[in-house]
């Protein structure tokens, strides 16, 4: 063996119970489990530990950040072996040089402007490549797959014109949507609060999400609203999913705003009753209550018709900027899911420009400070809207199709601590300290109902011939050590990081380890 890891509590992602058992690795893959007498060339002694597969982040926002830095620690220290990027319908592949453009300025508040990456793909499997190629060809800090991103498929087609697509245009967005699925990408995403892909009708989703069943990908859309209409948004989601015969994956599901305050039993309700009748349902959640996006889209969707310049000009100008007011404060913007915005919820998590950094921490006082923040740092503020209901949280968080996402934007000063703190939370907050969950359920909530999702056939569980993507904890003292104040704070009780077999976390450090890959959908196009 390459490595004997000795006395492990087991838990092995499935949601059965624990045992205790050592575990031998051989070539990046799990070789033995029970007791193994012999030696490895080394070995861990795991007495105390939570040995579990490494955690799969459903929805992570690190599309640059892989690439920007080797170490990750945001995502490696919490014991996340996989992420799924390319979500809420906005990512950099594919694209043409205009697009790109465009993209960059419209997610800079979630990625940076990228004026440090050197955009040398075009297609989604060259994006892939790139990431295998990292850091002088040795790879990223965790591995990742890809979601093809609906929004920057239809900039790329349309441009962002708040228009129906033309049957050609709709063909050719099926081509994109094809090709990258073809690459390697694992289904598809959509943000209908983000522009351009909330101009998209049902009809145009549904026929791109053909596309991806015929691929046996999966949907995973930000849908319409998480406010006033959110118990229709789900619903409009499961039915057009089920017109496409599509798999799908309801990313990060919540119930925001005092409208939906004690309602996540009837979004459970709706679920339950559609997987009765045999669709094909997962979702993801974050253990917090507010939720984190960048202040830009909080606007109605036609001040963002043309793209980050055309909205730029409406800022500036005053007759435009009343409207926008009017729409944000009495009508409830699309935007900001129907329901007035209250400036008292907004806290700005980060600028782009160090002169906004005063911003940073303070919750916003009116829409004249708003404009003059998103003129001044063009659209790049995020924000954290503390809209949350903690009732909701567990409740979604207890349902069987549920699984582990952070939406963890990395950028700014002062960002979410789900980024940081997402799965350690779960396994320290929900499970030792509410027992809300079983850690065996907990487990099986993070690693292998994901893996599941995804497809993988080698891993999300602790089995022989697995790969060996483990994590070990303390289950007595794990916890995530960010907090509101200190966001990037680093989790408490994760000692160990392992994927394909190599440390990339010994004894509570990051090593020097880039054993990160892309992960790839392997199934044929099944036409």
């Known amino acids: 063996m390459d490595l004997v890891i000795r006395g492990a509590r087991v838990v092995d992602g499935t949601g059965g119970p624990s045992y205790r058992a050592d575990v031998g690795v051989h070539e990046g893959r799990i070789a033995e489990i029970g007791r193994l007498p012999g030696s490895g060339r080394r070995t861990l002694d795991a007495h105390g530990l939570v040995l579990a597969p490494g955690f799969v982040d459903m929805h992570a926002h690190s599309d640059l950040a892989l690439l920007r830095d080797p170490d990750h620690s945001a995502k490696a220290a919490q014991g996340v072996t996989l992420e799924v990027l390319g979500q809420d319908g906005l990512s950099y592949a594919p694209v043409d040089d205009r697009t790109l453009g465009e993209v960059r300025a419209a997610i800079a508040g979630w990625n940076g402007p990228g004026d440090d990456i050197g955009f040398d793909w075009r297609t989604v499997g060259e994006y892939l490549d790139r990431l295998d190629r990292a850091h002088g060809g040795r790879g990223v800090a965790v591995n990742a797959a890809y979601l093809v991103p609906q929004g920057t498929v239809r900039a790329y087609v349309l441009g962002w014109a708040d228009r129906p697509a033309t049957a050609a245009e709709l063909d050719r967005m099926r081509r994109l949507v094809a090709d990258g699925l073809a690459q390697g990408a694992v289904g598809l995403s959509s943000g209908l609060t983000y522009t351009p892909g909330m101009y998209a009708t049902g009809s145009e989703l549904t026929e791109l999400c053909r596309v991806v069943a015929r691929y046996g990908g999966y949907y995973c859309p930000h849908h319409r609203s998480y406010g006033r209409d959110a118990l229709a948004a789900y ?292 036409r």
């Open 235 to 526: 619903a409009e989601m499961v039915a057009l999913a089920r017109e496409a015969d599509c798999a799908l994956h309801l990313a990060h599901a919540t119930m925001n705003f005092g409208e939906n305050r004690g309602r996540a039993p009837e979004l459970l309700a709706l679920l339950d009753a559609a997987l009765a009748e045999g669709a094909d349902i997962t979702l993801d959640s974050y253990p917090y209550t507010p939720g984190c996006t960048t202040l830009v889209a909080l606007l109605p969707s036609w001040a963002n018709e043309g793209g980050p310049e055309a909205v730029l000009a409406r800022l500036r100008d005053d007759a435009q900027a009343e409207r926008i007011r009017h729409a944000l404060e009495v009508e409830g913007s699309d935007g900001c899911h129907g329901v007035p915005v209250d400036w008292s919820t907004i806290e700005i998590s980060g600028t782009a420009d160090p002169a906004h950094g005063s911003y940073v921490g303070r919750r916003l006082d009116g829409w004249e400070t708003a404009r003059r923040l998103l003129l001044g740092d063009r659209l790049a503020p995020t924000i954290l809207q503390h809209v949350g209901d903690e009732e909701n949280v567990r409740a979604i968080m207890r349902h069987r199709v549920h699984t582990g996402g952070s939406d963890g934007i990395l950028q700014g000063a002062k960002p979410h601590p789900r980024a940081y703190g997402t799965f350690p939370h779960y396994l320290g907050h929900y499970v030792r300290e509410l027992g809300l969950l079983s850690l065996e359920e907990c487990v099986a909530h993070l690693a292998g109902r994901p893996a599941a999702r995804l497809r993988l056939p080698d891993r999300g569980l602790v089995r022989v011939g697995y790969r060996a993507d483990l994590v070990l904890f303390d289950p007595d003292t794990v916890a995530a050590g960010s907090t509101y104040e200190r966001p990037r704070a680093a989790p408490i009780g994760v000692p160990h990081v392992l994927i394909d077999g190599r440390f990339v976390m010994r004894d509570g450090r990051r090593t020097d380890v880039l054993a990160g890959r892309s992960v790839r959908r392997t199934a044929r196009d099944l």
